[in-house]
């Protein structure tokens, strides 16, 4: 768990991202358990509900499944999923906005992927 949550968006949406990262990064694997809700609202102090809606929408699309009165844990697909749908977040609010600058300043592809692979040394 992080030790601070920040004041950018909603808890409930950084306790999701955070188990999605833990999934994707491989610290948690598929059928391990996550934190339960109240793991969660003791360490950040908050309030149970706003843990558990983070981790019932981790339910409801299908990373994370319930074992009653054990806990949740992650399915064999999770990790799959979960990439893919950063893929297709990325292409959407990345990927695409590019596209369209480099249209509006007339960047070709070959200009655009040169900047891409562009040595930075601030990187």
Known sequence: MKNKLDETKPIYLQIKE???DS???GSVDAH????STNEFAAFYKINPATAAKGINE???EGILFKRRGVGMFVTEQAKLQLLQNRK?????NYIQPLKREAKK??????????MVNREDEDI
């Open 32 to 35: 391990e358990r996550v934190p």
């Open 23 to 25: 999934i994707i990064n």
């Open 105 to 114: 300043l007339n960047i070709g592809v070959e200009d655009l992927m040169e």
């Open 88 to 92: 297709q977040s990325f292409y959407e």
């Open 18 to 20: 955070q188990i999605e």
């Open 58 to 60: 981790l339910v409801d």
